[in-house]
């Protein structure tokens, strides 16, 4: 096994496969109840949904995490320890309830 300095992070370690697919999967289960709740209450086009929400779905998850992640390595070089987790952004069902029916 590779000796690991202080200030260089592991990038993989255990649990981590569980993490990924346990926010993927909560990810695409949330994405699809944004897709169905646009088109079916809002009456949102096929289009605006295809064109519009999902890239900026995507694209607010992808910059959402990356600052995520440079904050905790930034805090892992000021601390000299990589012992920290990134708590990973996703999109929130919560927030599109009351988006649809208030």
């Not at 000796?3 to 949330?30: A, E, K, N, Y």
């Not at 088109?39 to 992808?62: D, K, M, N, Q, Y």
Request: glycine letters at 12%; charged letters at 10%; one cysteine or more.
């Amino acid at each position: 096994m590779a000796t690991v300095t202080p200030w260089s992070p592991r990038w993989l370690l255990r649990g981590d496969i569980d993490g990924f697919l346990g926010l993927g999967l909560d990810s695409l289960i949330t994405i699809l109840m944004a897709i169905g709740l646009c088109r079916g209450v809002l009456g949102f086009s096929e289009e605006l949904i295809a064109r519009t929400i999902l890239p900026a779905i995507g694209a607010s998850i992808l910059v959402g995490n990356t600052a995520y992640a440079l904050q905790v390595w930034w805090l892992g070089r000021q601390e000299g320890s990589y012992h920290r987790t990134a708590c990973p952004m996703g999109s929130t069902p919560s927030a599109y309830w009351p988006m649809c029916f208030w």
